[in-house]
């Protein structure tokens, strides 16, 4: 079955491209990966923070009514920035919200104002 057939005549689908597409995708996959124990190198966050972090942004991704594509770059973004950047503990909200909004920016077609991700981290930073 090719699931490209109902395509083939539409010059939009560049279906002659599929092939160097799909031989893309893993090779991209590859490099976006994280090690699994990256954390290690961070000194103030644990594996337990990462959890409470994941859950907020989950909470986060519910009350914005995000594409789940949104959430899951979002936990990519800071999953490999975490993996080379040691943080402070303080900074990891400043992380998680400008992790979002990149991959709001990314994803989305209507991306929240960065005044809603001040709002959504208790004002904890400000815009400027």
């Not at 994280?34 to 519910?62: A, C, F």
């Not at 979002?100 to 994803?107: D, I, P, R, V």
Request: charged residues 30%; hydrophobic residues 40%.
């Amino acid at each position: 079955m090719d699931i490209d057939e109902a395509d083939k005549d539409n010059p939009l689908s560049v279906v002659e491209y599929i092939d160097e597409i799909y031989a893309h995708y893993p090779k991209q996959e590859i490099s976006s990966c994280v090690s699994p124990g990256y954390i290690s190198i961070q000194t103030n966050i644990t594996e337990r923070m990462r959890g409470i972090l994941k859950d907020w942004l989950t909470e986060v991704h519910y009350k914005f009514e995000l594409m789940e594509e949104t959430l899951y770059l979002t936990v990519n973004l800071i999953d490999r920035f975490l993996e080379r950047q040691p943080i402070a503990r303080k900074k990891l909200q400043l992380v998680r919200v400008t992790a979002m909004l990149l991959a709001c920016k990314y994803e989305e077609i209507f991306v929240p104002v960065v005044k809603d991700f001040i709002v959504i981290s208790d004002k904890a930073y400000a815009r400027g």
